[in-house]
């Protein structure tokens, strides 16, 4: 009976999880505002199990993560298409645009609101314009 009842909160648990799973959209950019060649947001706040979806709105851009939580295999997409990644390890993620990584074009992801690694993303090694959004990214997680 115990086993049943179990068996009976997984189900509901995983099928409850995949009903509420969102998917958010960011825009790859060659201008923003006043801003050149950046992600649209650059702080995105999902659950474990959400999926974020890059849309290729301006050619020449991709995602690849440069800071992931432990366990987390490297991601790197192609250019110019829309890309999805489904988030599954609670942390932050921080990624750059691979032709744009010295010209401010960074962003992050934080997963179930968890920011354990907070120390990695701090300590990342970062070129040109994206030290100051690194800075602007971390001021907005302290906030
Ligand atoms: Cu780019």
Not at 53 to 70: D, E, M, R, Y
């Given at each position: ?47 474990s ?19 992931t939580p432990?366990g987390v ?14 988030f599954n390890v609670p942390g ?19 997963v ?32």
């Amino acid at each position: 009976m115990y086993k049943f009842l179990l068996l009976i909160g997984l189900t509901l648990s995983v099928s409850g999880n995949s009903l509420m799973a969102a998917t958010i959209e960011v825009e790859m950019l060659n201008r923003l505002g006043k801003e050149s060649m950046v992600y649209s947001q650059s702080v995105v706040n999902v659950q474990s199990g959400d999926t974020v979806k890059w849309l290729a709105s301006s050619k020449g851009h991709n995602v690849q993560f440069l800071t992931t939580p432990n366990g987390v295999d490297a991601f790197k997409s192609k250019l110019s298409v829309d890309v999805e990644y489904t988030f599954n390890v609670p942390g932050i993620y921080l990624y750059q645009c691979t032709p744009h990584k010295s010209m401010g074009m960074i962003a992050v992801v934080v997963v179930g609101e968890n920011k354990d690694n907070i120390d990695s993303i701090m300590t990342s090694r970062v070129g040109g314009k994206s030290k100051k959004r690194l800075a602007s990214i971390l001021t907005a997680l302290n906030s």
